[in-house]
């Protein structure tokens, strides 16, 4: 194995440093206030051959946890129930794979359409901070509420 010595002097000819390269940090909040209270998570059992990151806004299909979608038309939508707390991965036909759901809070929808300063994981669908917010799927559920932080 090669020994590379490197200063500040000559780290261009060796690259950075492992320990020069810092992780870069984005102002984000999760929540958007302290009412509704977070609760503890709910288990629920994923969706087939899914994989689904930390924060995404989800709701249910056939009994199955999978990524809230927005439709114009609330039967052919898919309501968000609550915010995905871990990363899960689930295989075909799962039935042993549970996402861990934070179904209470008031969370925040990010400053703009695209969501700056929020780190939820919406699908594609819902593509501006109106449909984020104001989203008739949320009526009913008084403990669960997304909204800009800046409001």
Do not use: C
Not at 43 to 50: P, V
Not at 58 to 68: N, W
């Amino acid at each position: 194995m090669a020994t590379i010595n490197t200063s500040y002097k000559n780290a261009k000819a060796h690259g950075t440093p492992a320990f020069e390269v810092m992780d870069e940090y984005v102002d984000s909040n999760l929540v958007a206030g302290a009412e509704p209270a977070i609760q503890a998570a709910s288990r629920i059992l994923l969706g087939d051959s899914l994989t689904l990151p930390q924060f995404a806004v989800v709701g249910l299909s056939g009994g199955k946890l999978v990524l809230a979608t927005y439709n114009a038309t609330l039967a052919n939508a898919i309501q968000p129930i609550g915010v995905l707390a871990h990363a899960a991965t689930s295989g075909a036909a799962n039935t042993t794979v549970y996402g861990e759901v934070l179904l209470t809070g008031n969370f925040n929808a990010g400053k703009d359409d695209a969501g700056s300063d929020s780190p939820l994981v919406w699908d594609a669908s819902f593509d501006t901070l109106a449909k984020k917010t104001t989203w008739a799927g949320v009526v009913g559920k008084p403990h669960l509420q997304f909204r800009s932080r800046l409001a």
